[in-house]
């Protein structure tokens, strides 16, 4: 079973997580994915109740539903550009799951994936808005689009559903454009492999063979 193992190293050459590979592993905390994973298949980590960090590599096409379903402790996940559709339910229940920045590319968002999360803000970068399936259920949440792309989601069916959405460039001055970390959040968001927004100075994420587990 995988209830002991708090990091997760997933062998290099794996295309696809399966389905419900790794739901309900307790005290996962860590998950190491190589460049060569393209989808995370349905229900893969649903219930990992202590995972607080994802980071998706620049290879991954498909979140599957229910992926990430009620990782209760979630706070951060780094949606890479290649990503094209996020199932249903992927991200239901992360509650911890405050900010998002959802990626040029993105196709698709499924129904209900991002319900009963805690989002206060919401960046998407993408020029041309992904299709929503009724997938937040906050639309007091404020939306960051691209200036030049502001009136396409203001009308847009989904996306104009939400209260406030404004341009990019508000985000970066409402946190202080002349501040270190603003420099390096506006870096993170336009290199082609979306970065987190937090602290990504600081973040140092270490493998102990002892507890590691390998896919």
């Not at 987190?196 to 896919?215: P, Q």
Request: glycine share 6%.
């Amino acid at each position: 079973g995988c209830s002991k193992f708090a990091v997760l190293n997933i062998g290099d050459g794996i295309e696809k997580i399966p389905d419900y590979s790794f739901a309900q592993c307790k005290n996962l905390t860590v998950i190491n994915m190589p460049n060569s994973i393209k989808e995370i298949g349905n229900y893969a980590f649903k219930l990992c109740e202590n995972l607080r960090f994802v980071a998706l590599p620049n290879s991954v096409k498909v979140i599957g539903s229910n992926a990430f379903y009620a990782c209760g402790k979630l706070e951060r996940v780094e949606f890479c550009d290649s990503l094209e559709t996020i199932g249903s339910y992927a991200f239901y229940r992360c509650a911890a799951l405050h900010s998002i920045t959802l990626p040029k590319m993105l196709k698709s968002i499924g129904n209900t994936a991002f319900y009963e999360c805690s989002l206060n803000n919401i960046v998407t970068l993408g020029t041309t808005p992904s299709s929503l399936d009724n997938s937040f259920d906050d639309f007091n949440t404020t939306v960051y689009v691209p200036a030049e792309k502001y009136a396409a989601y203001y009308v847009n069916k989904g996306w104009g559903q939400f209260n406030t959405i404004k341009k990019l460039e508000d985000y970066f001055t409402a946190i202080g454009e002349n501040t270190a970390k603003a420099k390096i959040i506006f870096r993170a968001v336009y290199r082609d492999c979306i970065s987190s927004f937090y602290d990504i100075e600081n973040l140092v994420i270490k493998t102990n063979g002892k507890h590691g587990g390998h896919f």
